[in-house]
């Protein structure tokens, strides 16, 4: 997800000519699958997500990320190694790839080379995000329009909606109570954006996440009150995915949110989809992001949710996994941005790199046992130091790259209890 990235701009040929250094990677035990994607390859690709330092493999300022060039070469070849799909952190995001108005506006240098990258490595590529109310320009919901902007907080009905944000009538420091975009305004800066952006990469991009986190948290309220649900209304949802079918025919498009886990907000993603499904939308898959603490969810609770998530017929894909083992982040399955630094306080639990391993292994246990339908899972980091929840300790890897207990748990969780070998070589 999750953090902006401080510095955007036009990118020079200095970052995309970052020289390549090279790993490679042993396998000692040959009775065991050494890699993630071996262990899973007739089950459902694993994927990592990844920033532009791996992209570019050079050592430059991204996410939350402070890496130095030998530090980028191990991780680059820890992906490589471990991982047969990608995901972007951040710059496919509105605000990175299209932070100013209008054709000149867009920044497409690094979504450019994170795409090269998974081109390169035969990856299989999947695009985050194209319509979200984070990491959104103030410019895209700006206007003239100063008459109410009247909305609803639910997918069949209309009714008032209530203020939003931090502040009263804000949103993200974006003030609908002023002069905004009217809805022709926004659905066409929102199709000329999808259209450009998804056509660049046809045929690259394989998975699009078209809507991201459009379900409300709490309450009675199946949408969460944004600018785009404020000024468009609820069927700015079907509208992004039509523009994004139009633009890729070929791509797989998928809505994706967090706390599936949750009964409630479950009960809102199947009525969303349902509701989309019978006015013929093409949503394609149900991207559960999985944010997760070492308490919950256990093997069962895995197990009824991706089970209620199947009756919907579509692939189940596992977006952005983490587990995060700091003691203020357990019982809770959130990946609200504004909550993260509340939920790794605290420092770790006790035992914590046994708990996580647990944890793993039954996660991936019950991702197995669905396999029917879960087609991909997506680690969201490829190690602790490039974590946005870095001080939950919440991935497989170390800061330092070396496979932690869960790893050989989840190599376990895929071949019957046998034992999972994986070291880098020297160099």
């Not at 974006?174 to 659905?187: I, K, T, V």
């Not at 895995?302 to 019982?331: C, F, M, R, W, Y």
């Amino acid at each position: 997800m999750k953090y902006p990235i401080a510095i955007t701009g036009s990118w020079g040929m200095t970052c995309l000519l970052a020289a390549m250094l090279s790993s490679s990677v042993a396998a000692p035990n040959p009775s065991a699958p050494a890699t993630l994607k071996d262990a899973y390859q007739n089950s459902f690709r694993v994927g990592v997500a990844i920033n532009r330092t791996i992209a570019l493999n050079a050592a430059v300022p991204a996410d939350n990320v402070n890496r130095t060039a030998e530090q980028v070469d191990k991780d680059v070849a820890l992906v490589k190694a471990q991982f047969n799909q990608i995901s972007p952190e951040n710059d496919l995001k509105w605000a990175l790839i299209h932070p100013q108005a209008g054709t000149e506006g867009y920044d497409f240098g690094p979504a450019d080379a994170y795409v090269d990258f998974g081109v390169r490595n035969h990856m299989f590529i999947v695009g985050h995000t194209l319509v979200w109310h984070g990491q959104t320009p103030r410019w895209v919901f700006q206007g003239t329009n100063v008459s109410s902007a009247a909305g609803t907080n639910e997918f069949a009905g209309r009714r008032p909606g209530r203020g939003f944000g931090r502040a009263p009538g804000g949103f993200g420091g974006f003030n609908l109570n002023g002069p905004h975009a009217s809805r022709d305004e926004l659905l066409q800066r929102m199709h000329d954006h999808i259209s450009t952006v998804v056509g660049r990469y046809k045929g690259k991009i394989k998975v699009w996440d078209v809507v991201n986190e459009a379900l409300a948290d709490g309450g009675t309220n199946l949408l969460r009150v944004s600018p785009w649900e404020r000024i468009i209304g609820p069927d700015f949802i079907a509208k992004a995915f039509e523009y994004a079918h139009e633009a890729d025919p070929d791509a797989i498009l998928r809505y994706n949110d967090y706390s599936l886990e949750n009964s409630a907000k479950r009960r809102k993603l199947i009525a969303l989809i349902k509701s989309l499904q019978a006015q013929h939308v093409p949503v394609m898959a149900i991207g559960s992001q999985t944010h997760v603490s070492v308490s919950s969810p256990s093997f069962a609770e895995e197990d009824k949710t991706l089970t209620e998530l199947e009756t919907l017929g579509l692939p189940i894909h596992i977006t952005e996994l983490d587990v995060n083992s700091a003691q203020a982040g357990q019982h809770t399955s959130s990946g609200d941005t504004a909550a993260n630094a509340a939920t790794t306080q605290g420092g770790l639990v006790s035992d914590a790199d046994q708990k996580l391993a647990t944890a793993y292994a039954g996660l991936f246990r019950a991702f197995k046992k669905h396999d029917k339908y879960v087609k991909v899972v997506t680690l969201w980091g490829v190690n602790d130091g490039v974590s946005w929840r870095a001080d939950g300790r919440p991935l497989l890897f170390d800061t330092d790259d070396q496979p932690k207990p869960a790893f050989d748990a989840v190599i376990r969780a895929a071949t019957d209890g046998r034992p999972g070998k994986f070291k880098l070589a020297a160099k």
